[in-house]
């Protein structure tokens, strides 16, 4: 079974740091592209940063400078440190792997709020 298990997420005020981390799971998460979205209630999920197998990143321009995707491919874990928070990075956060179709974990709130 092809998973993915999204923590980390929880309440923070603007300016703070959280670091969220995806566990994969039912493929080889080595050769794949891993990617996070996010989305707000009522709107379409957004792209945030990506990451290649070969370790190439790229990032939304909103959160370029303040976010950082990294795997651990020994433990099919990708993960998004997000510092410098703001307010509207306020969205559910989820993980995906473009190459395993309609594969979605469970998603982690963000929520920035003073």
């Known amino acids: 079974q092809v998973q993915l298990v999204e923590s980390g997420g929880g309440l923070v005020q603007p300016g703070g740091s959280l670091r969220l981390s995806c566990a994969a799971s039912?493929?080889?998460?080595?050769?794949?592209?891993m990617a996070w979205y996010r989305q707000a209630p009522g709107k379409q999920r957004e792209l945030v940063a990506s990451?290649?197998?070969?370790?190439?990143?790229n990032y939304a321009d909103s959160v370029k400078g303040r976010f950082t995707i990294s795997r651990d491919n020994a433990k099919n874990t990708v993960y998004l440190q997000m510092n410098s928070l703001k307010v509207e990075d306020t969205a559910v956060y989820y993980c995906?792997?473009?190459?395993?179709?309609?594969?979605w974990g469970q998603g982690t709130q963000v929520t920035v709020s003073s």
């Open positions: 990451i290649t197998s070969g370790g190439n990143t």
């Open positions: 039912g493929w080889i998460f080595s050769i794949n592209t």
């Open positions: 995906h792997a473009p190459a395993v179709v309609g594969v």
